[in-house]
């Protein structure tokens, strides 16, 4: 685990996406929003939940801090294990972002 994740999973999804030449920040603050795990580009938020994120409290505290976001112009990409399971490989070379 590199220093600022908080997960293996987070470290290496970090790692694939700077291999693939994306620009990532780990644990970013954003005001009035909090840490987000990962930061693309600047503009394109990483989610990658836990097992808690199935939780139904848990969901609508993660929908209201979603909504925040994009208030505040970033995109959300929130991943958690049911959507993980049978997944080889993080999508990384498929992001391009434009200026």
Request: hydrophobic content about 35%; charged content about 30%.
């Amino acid at each position: 685990m590199d220093r600022g994740a908080e997960s293996l999973l987070e470290t290496l999804a970090r790692t694939y996406f700077r291999h693939a030449g994306i620009r990532v920040e780990t644990q970013v603050h954003i005001d009035g929003v909090g840490h987000v795990d990962l930061l693309l580009e600047g503009r394109l938020i990483v989610e990658l939940d836990g097992r808690h994120h199935g939780e139904w409290a848990q969901v609508k505290k993660d929908q209201r801090r979603n909504n925040r976001s994009v208030v505040r112009g970033y995109a959300v990409l929130r991943s958690c294990p049911a959507l993980r399971r049978g997944t080889r490989r993080l999508p990384g070379r498929q992001l391009r972002f434009s200026s």
